[in-house]
């Protein structure tokens, strides 16, 4: 199966930032979606952004309405990476983060391959 490769997160206190990064093989990087999913102790697995492959207008981006002003997901595609700028963390944002590709190039909502998740935890 495709692996994608998450890194970055830890341990941050409220109000504070992290960036989290996804890296995967330029093959199965090109021409798709990527997006970012979290899941809390005892909760249901929840999205929290995407961004479309990039074009000529730019790639399109989604937020789940919590984090919406607070992160920002982007891409470098030259590095077949894509990133989450975490700012203003609450507790609430504290769970384990999964970068995954979408199952085409525009987000649909849909998956075909994650990563093994990372970490994030923000609390004083």
């Known amino acids: 199966q495709v692996q994608l490769h998450e890194s970055g997160g830890g341990l941050v206190q409220p109000g504070g930032s992290l960036r989290l990064s996804c890296t995967a093989s330029r093959r199965t990087f090109i021409d798709y979606a990527m997006g970012w999913f979290r899941q809390a102790p005892g909760k249901e697995r929840e999205f929290v952004a995407a961004i479309n492959w990039s074009g000529p207008d730019g790639p399109k981006t989604y937020y789940v309405d919590s984090v919406k002003g607070r992160f920002t997901i982007s891409r470098d595609n030259a590095k077949n990476t894509i990133y989450l700028q975490m700012n203003s963390l609450k507790p609430e944002d504290t769970a384990v983060y999964y970068c995954?590709?979408?199952?085409?190039?525009?987000?649909?909502?849909?998956?075909?391959?994650w990563g093994q998740g990372i970490q994030v935890t923000v609390s004083s």
């Open positions: 995954e590709r979408g199952a085409g190039a525009a987000w649909g909502y849909s998956v075909d391959y």
